[in-house]
C-alpha cells in the first residue's frame, strides 16, 4: 500500500519527480497531444507548408469555429494538435510576443526566438504548484532572414527544429511516409502536395476540402496565406486525393 500511495503522489504532482526521473503529468500532456487530430508541417526550400486534419464531429457544427492554424506574424504560421482551449493560450501569448518585438526592436520576431519564448512559457507550467501543463503540441513555421524554417514546441517546453513532422493523430505512420518522400529540394507546390499525401495514407487515402486546413508561408512578399477550400479541393484533385462524395458534389454542381 505504501508504494502505492507513493506512485499516486509522483503521479499528482508535478513539482515531483519519481524515481527514475520522470515527471508523470507531462507525458500524460504528451498522451494528450496524441489524441488530437493530427497536424503536419512540411519544410521547402521556398517556403513552409502547414497542414491539419480539421474532422468534424457534427454536420451541426460551424466549419469555421475549428482553427486549427492560426496567423501569429505576417511572416509565421502556428499548426495545433492537442487541447484546442490551451492551444488558444499560447497562440495568442505567441501573438503578443511578435507585437512586443515588433514595437520594440522594429523588426519582425524571428522563428527560433518565437518558438523559445513560447517554449520557455510551457516550461513554466511543469514546475509550478497548482498548475498543469499544457496539453498541446504545436508546430510553428515561418520565415526567418529570408530562409524558411520549422520548430516543434513539446508540453515538456523544450524546442526541435524540423524539415517535415507530424504531431497528433498517427504521428508515426505519418512521420514514416514523409521519410520516405521528403526531399530538401521540393517546392512549395510539392511540399503542399507531400502533407495532403501524408495525411491521406492514414484516412484511406481521400481526404475532403472541408475536412482541412491548409496555409503557407513563402519567402516572397505574400508570407502567410491560409489557402481557401476551392484551393485545397485543386490540389486533392491534383493528386487524386478527393473523396469520392466530394467527387459525386463537384459531378452534381456542373
Sequence with gaps: MQGQSQQQAYDRGITIFSPDGRLYQVEYAREAVKRGTASIGIRTKDGVVLVVDKRIRSPLMERTSVEKIHKADNHIGIASAGHV?????????????????????????????????????IQQYTQVGGARPFGVALIIGGIEDGEPRLYETDPSGTPYEWQALAVGADRGDIEDYLEEHYSEEIDLDAGVGLALEALA??????????????????????????????????????????????????????
Design 85 to 121: 482551449a490551451d492551444a488558444r493560450q499560447l497562440i495568442d501569448f505567441a501573438r503578443r510576443q511578435a507585437q512586443v518585438n515588433q514595437l520594440r526592436y522594429d523588426e519582425p520576431i524571428g522563428v527560433e526566438t518565437l518558438t523559445k519564448a513560447v517554449t520557455d512559457h
Design 201 to 254: 495514407s492514414v484516412n484511406d487515402g481521400e481526404l475532403t476540402p472541408e475536412g482541412i486546413g491548409l496555409a503557407t508561408i513563402s519567402v516572397g512578399e505574400e508570407g502567410f496565406r491560409q489557402r481557401t477550400d476551392e484551393e485545397i479541393e485543386a490540389y486533392l484533385a491534383e493528386h487524386g486525393l478527393l473523396a469520392a462524395e466530394a467527387d459525386e458534389e463537384t459531378d452534381t454542381d456542373e
